[in-house]
């Protein structure tokens, strides 16, 4: 008997030791903590003048079937919220008290990334392309599932309403629309198209993108390359 246990022991060691070598037994590494890309530095003066950009700028519903480069989402992301002053944290759009309570996302074929503005980075929060449920949840508007590249401005409320109260709303809505102009000129200056969608359900575009229960979205801007 004792022969038998001392080979029961040595073989529960054996597959012990295996177990453990083969990275069982111990808690996975988290794997919820989003993968960061630094995105190329925004460019500062263009080939187009802002005049020529505000007469050019049109409503475009219909993208042609192309991506667009790291270069783009890049430089469309900072017109939106991007720092112009790294001392104070001043943004391309003005902010009420400087709360800035706008967050921006970029949903593209190759997944959903959060924009950083420190460090101007991207954040991958999912590898699949959600722009059909993003579609679905905006009424079945084409554009969105067709762009190259949706950007969804989405607001946290409280970030504002802890100083000025009742007035947030009104701030924070202001506040949409000054960084929603900046990334439709932006995108006329980089010779890409662009439409603001408002038709959407708030709860379905929530949930197709996983937000946090605080966000609220609020615009929907669907980039893409025109058709010519």
Known sequence: MRGIR?????SLTACVGAFIALGCG???????????????????VGKMSLEEALAKRRSVRQ???????????????????GITAASRGLRTAPSAG???????????????FHYLPQGHKLARLSSQDLRPGLSEAALGQGSVKQAGADFVIVAVYERTRARYGDRAERYVHMEVGHAAQNLHLQAVA?????VPVGAFDDQAVAKALSLPADQ????IIPVGHPIQ
């Open 6 to 10: 001392g080979c029961a022991l040595i």
């Open 26 to 44: 111990r808690p996975a590494a988290s794997s919820s903590a989003p993968t960061e890309t630094a995105l190329p530095a925004p460019t500062t």
């Open 63 to 81: 993208f042609a079937a192309k991506d667009l480069t790291i270069e783009q989402v890049g430089q469309l992301a900072w017109a939106a919220q």
């Open 98 to 112: 400087a709360t800035y309570p706008l967050e921006l996302y970029v949903v593209k074929a190759d997944g959903v």
């Open 190 to 194: 980089l010779g890409l198209a662009s």
């Open 216 to 219: 609220a979205p609020l615009d």
